[in-house]
Nanobody, 123 residues
Framework: QVQLVESGGGLVQAGDSLRLSCAASGRTFSSYVMGWFRQAPGKEREFVAVISQNGGITSYADSMKGRFTISRDNTKNTLYLQMNSLKPEDTAVYYC????????????????WGQGTQVTVSS
């Protein structure tokens, strides 16, 4: 239904900032709840943040609160994740995803996924 493409990942040092983007195709981007997830080697996909259709409601995993900010620009069909004070444990492939309906941090409820972008934080 919607095609998603992440960008903005890279190699940074601990304490640095990075902004990830997720570009969505189609004309119905504003109808989707959007989420960010991440997956490190050997681990399950982990919830990072979710944002409501109009951007009015946001939720974060505890380890991301105060450091990460999720936002969206529906006029540009783009989702963002601003990451500050990055730590080595933030190293992972970051994915954006879309779903219909209500807020959820369960990756099983998301049916549209991007290919992911690698974030590596060195110590």
């Amino acid at each position: 239904q919607v095609q998603l493409v992440e960008s903005g990942g890279g190699l940074v040092q601990a304490g640095d900032s990075l902004r990830l983007s997720c570009a969505a195709s189609g004309r119905t981007f504003s109808s989707y709840v959007m989420g960010w997830f991440r997956q490190a080697p050997g681990k399950e996909r982990e919830f990072v943040a979710v944002i409501s259709q109009n951007g009015g409601i946001t939720s974060y995993a505890d380890s991301m609160k105060g450091r990460f900010t999720i936002s969206r620009d529906n006029t540009k069909n783009t989702l963002y994740l601003q990451m500050n004070s990055l730590k080595p444990e933030d190293t992972a492939v970051y994915y954006c995803a879309a779903k219909w309906g209500l807020h959820s941090g369960n990756p099983k409820e998301y049916k549209n996924w991007g290919q992911g972008t690698q974030v590596t934080v060195s110590s």
